[in-house]
């Protein structure tokens, strides 16, 4: 049996309401499998338009085996190209992030244009076509300040999710923003293991002290049921609306993503220690309304966001092992508002860092647990885990749906 068919077979025998398989959490070929069926074929957020806001900026990451750099042209347009010279192959751009006119390869100085027409080349021959050898594009889009990009030739719609976010996320002003703080941290566990934590929050009143100061611990709030009966929320959507901002719980038939707006605890304004805004600036000018909570946004496999009246924060999921997920943090604060004037960046960054770090614990902590011999799938809370439930059956839907056409290198 390839291993194609033992992960269909096992997703299709799965108990409902349950956790997944070990080798699901552990096993490089079920790894290989997910980066196939998922991370090489579906929308995936890889930063923000502020991050390459002028001509000339650069950004590189890893996705598996895709090396990617994203670039802003003369033309202002953004682009995705693989990072993969078409002489010999060698990465173009090592760096991180950057600015530069061109871009050329360190091996044999094939130079590039930002959006990657091979521009020249020496001692190839009077008759060698340029033309033909410029870096492959990548599928690419921004959607309101969130750049994302698909690896597949062919990808899925993405108008769903741009139309149904633009509305919400247009009052905070992304593409005007900038980038007040950005960290990565490596979190020894399954990919799956970081989604599943982040979909409840049946966890948070003994791991996050801080968080729980301003965030409610209520399954409403970070789940997907019970939303429309819980009367905070909706008087909180209606206090939303009447002010002009798209409000209401929204989730993708298919399961890929959901955005609303959701209270925090009262009186509180932001994730700091004390609840109140951490900048003073508003994000948009319809933001300064107090008790505007959070908007909250997820889209599966790579990210969730939290929305405040005075900043935003991104999270990006970048797989790197079975058992290694990289989380990359991004504190995007209006454009014009001056670090130690109108913010205090340890007051802006202390919540969620600690938040991160306390997680990348619980997530360790459940990696490790599961890769022993003892372990067997366990059942979800049905009143506090129904998000982690909806996350699993999103993902075993994908792989069911897309493994029997999926030409996964093991198949
Ligand atoms: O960032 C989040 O959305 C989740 C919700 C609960 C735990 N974590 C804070
Ligand atoms: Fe890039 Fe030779 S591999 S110039
Ligand atoms: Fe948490």
């Known amino acids: ?56 900026n650069y950004l590189t990451l890893q996705i598996g085996d895709f090396s990617v750099i994203l670039t802003r042209g003369r033309d202002r347009e953004i682009r995705a190209l693989h990072n993969s010279c078409r002489h010999r192959g060698s990465r173009v751009c090592s760096a991180e992030k950057g600015t530069t006119a061109k871009l050329v390869c360190p091996y044999h100085q094939w130079t590039y244009d930002l959006d990657g027409t091979l521009q020249y080349v020496r001692h190839m021959g009077d008759d060698f076509d340029k033309s033909k050898f410029g870096l492959k594009p990548i599928h690419c889009e921004s959607i ?63 791991n996050h002290p801080e968080l729980c100061k301003t965030y409610p611990e209520a399954a409403s709030v970070t789940g997907v049921q019970g939303v429309m009966d819980d009367p905070e929320i909706l008087a909180h ?46 994000m948009g000018p319809n933001t300064k309304m107090p008790g505007i909570g959070a908007l909250v946004l997820f889209h599966y496999p790579t990210n969730w966001n939290h929305f405040l009246g005075d900043h935003a924060i991104s999270f990006r999921v970048t ?47 459940n990696a490790r647990g599961i890769r022993s011999p003892a372990y067997e799938p366990g059942p979800y809370s049905a009143e506090d885990e129904g998000g982690v439930m909806q996350f699993v059956e999103w993902y075993a839907a994908t792989m069911e749906s897309r493994l029997p056409e999926c030409e996964t290198s093991l198949s």
């Open 319 to 365: 797989p790197i092992g079975p058992e290694e997920t990289e989380v990359t943090t991004t504190w995007l604060v209006p454009k014009d508002a001056v670090e130690g004037i109108d913010y205090d960046l340890d007051e802006l960054t202390h919540v969620w860092k600690f938040t991160n770090d306390q997680d990348r614990q619980i997530v360790e902590e």
């Open 144 to 206: 309101e300040g969130y750049i994302f990009i698909c690896l597949s030739d062919n990808p899925p719609e993405i108008g769903p999710l741009r139309e149904t976010i633009t509305p919400y996320i247009a009052a905070h002003q992304i593409r005007d923003a900038k980038v007040a703080y950005k960290m990565s941290i490596i979190e020894k566990g399954n990919w799956k293991l970081v989604w599943e934590n982040n979909r409840e929050c049946y966890h948070c009143a003994a």
């Open 237 to 282: 959507w209606a206090h939303c609306e009447a002010a002009g901002l798209a409000s209401k719980f929204v989730i993708d038939p298919g399961g890929q993503f959901r955005i609303a707006r959701m209270p925090l605890i009262a009186g509180a304004e932001s994730y700091t220690m004390s609840g109140k805004r951490a900048v003073k600036k508003p």
């Open 1 to 56: 049996m390839t291993i194609r068919q033992m992960i269909l077979e096992q997703l299709q025998a799965r108990r409902q309401g349950y956790t997944l398989a070990r080798p699901f959490y552990t096993d490089p070929d079920y790894f290989r499998v997910d980066m196939e069926t998922v991370f090489y074929r579906d929308w995936l957020f890889v930063g923000h338009d502020c991050e390459i806001a002028k001509p000339g």
